[in-house]
């Protein structure tokens, strides 16, 4: 006879959703299919009662045969040892998963969520694209290597139903305000010239009911598998603990002053690549993989493009500093008294060399620096001063100038991250909310 347990859900903790999009539309969950390889789950659960109960969650339930299912498609994805060493050790945190996804689907049925069969199709259609895959193949795949697909639509249906509720609340109750825009730009400014990360991440959070020891050792046989050719972002969407899951561990760019500097004094000593040992933080151990490195650039801007009057003085060979001096003089003098374009292309006329004229110019930063500092520095109408060369002397005027300017719609750009990262905490909040008012029956 199985025995039987009824507790509170939150004593089950399970990694949460993080979104790569803000808007209402269907969210993708990137789940990917890694190495289409045959995969035999072991005998003992095939032979185990697959209609029998593992769970039930409020009034549904958590059959042997979905229990299975989500296994097989974790080792096959994650390229997990298919052993009971390996099902053993991650059988719990499967259950974790398919006990959230219970009550997602259930708390979004309440809300009145729904995923068309068009939507869910498109999203899986997606996931097919993302992995070089036609419509129709993933279903395929899947029943040749023993997956239930059903089981896998399942996942992209309640993890789209999950995030379209999220995005309801978010969008309800938050107003990204312009002054917040401002911030947010504010500290690109700041960050131009300082050193970026590209950082994935697995965490495997402290537990009141597991040692410490117990709990670095699970991030220590995580690592090995790692090293051992298991995918870095696969584990992470089936084991992390973070918000970051969903998107197999990825943070994207980061600075310094975004990540925990026990953290930072890791990653800035890793090459490009690399995977870090487990390492102790604050609420648990991280595995941290360096993607890429940059130094910031700053705002993005849009190209400047002038159209410049160049009145140009060519200078003889080998000529002395005086008479550098009075050339550069009479450039001076050529171009005093000009108030726009017109007059400056007159003067030109009359005494510039063929080297003179008008010179358009579609971005700036392709200027040598000296010309382009000076260029950026006058007014539209104003002549330079005179610039030497190494054949002459040049005046310049800038006739007409556009571009420059942050890039269209960037002030929204921002508006969806601050939005993205107030979904993340409504995520964290509303899952947390529905596992302390929820039961669940586990037996085993």
């Known amino acids: 006879m199985m025995k039987k347990t009824v507790f509170k859900i939150y004593t089950i ?13 269907i969210i993708i969950l990137l789940i990917i299919i890694a190495t289409m390889v045959t995969l035999p789950v072991s005998a003992q659960l095939y032979n185990s009662n697959r209609q029998g109960i593992i769970a039930i969650v409020n009034k ?24 009971q060493k390996t099902i053993k050790r991650i059988s719990g945190q499967i259950l974790r998963g ?35 895959l036609t419509e129709g193949q993933m279903r395929i795949l899947m029943r040749e290597k023993g997956i239930n697909f ?50 994935a991440e697995i965490f495997i959070s402290f537990e009141p009911n597991k040692s410490m020891q117990t709990i670095n050792q699970n991030a220590i046989r995580l ?53 870090s040992k487990p390492i102790k933080g604050e609420d648990g151990f991280y595995i ?36 550098i001096a009075d050339i550069k003089s009479r450039a001076k003098d050529i171009t005093s008294d000009t108030k726009n374009c017109e007059d400056l292309n007159k003067k030109i006329v009359k005494f510039g060399s063929k080297q003179s004229g008008r010179i358009k110019v579609s971005d700036i930063s392709q200027l040598p620096i000296n010309i382009r500092t000076i260029v950026q520095k006058i007014n539209i109408a104003e002549p330079s001063i005179p610039i030497r060369t190494s054949t002459g002397v040049l005046v310049l005027m800038v006739c007409t100038r556009s571009g420059g300017g942050l890039l269209p719609n960037f002030r929204n750009s921002i508006r969806n991250r601050l939005l993205q990262e107030r979904a993340v905490i409504m995520d964290r909040r509303m899952l947390r909310n529905i596992r302390r008012s929820a039961f669940v029956d586990i037996r085993q």
């Open 13 to 25: 903790c399970n990694r949460e959703n993080t979104f790569k999009k803000i808007k209402p539309q």
């Open 60 to 83: 549904d339930i958590i059959s042997q045969f979905d229990f299975i299912d989500r296994i097989k498609l974790v080792i096959f994805t994650s390229r997990l040892p298919n052993n």
């Open 98 to 132: 398919l006990i959230n996804e219970k009550l997602k689907i259930q708390q979004t049925k309440k809300l009145g969520i729904k995923i068309s069969r068009d939507e869910l199709r498109m999203a899986i259609n997606e996931i097919e694209k993302m992995n070089g």
């Open 150 to 199: 059903r089981s896998f639509a399942l996942q992209v249906e309640a993890e789209a139903r999950w995030r379209k509720a999220v995005v309801k609340q978010v969008l309800s109750k938050n107003r990204i305000s312009e002054d917040s825009v401002d911030d947010a730009i504010a500290k690109i400014k700041l960050n131009k010239g300082k050193p970026e990360y590209k950082v």
């Open 223 to 275: 690592h090995s598998q790692i090293q051992k050719g298991a995918k870095f972002s696969e584990l992470a969407r089936a084991f992390s603990q973070k918000t970051s899951a969903a998107k197999g561990g990825n943070l994207g760019w980061i600075r310094g002053n975004q990540i925990d500097q026990e953290l930072l004094q890791i990653i800035v000593t890793m090459k490009k690549n690399t995977i």
């Open 288 to 323: 941290l993989r360096l993607l890429d490195k940059r130094i910031s650039s700053g705002l993005p801007t849009k190209k400047i493009n002038v159209s410049l009057e160049q009145l140009f003085l060519p200078l003889p060979l080998g000529a002395s500093t005086q008479v």
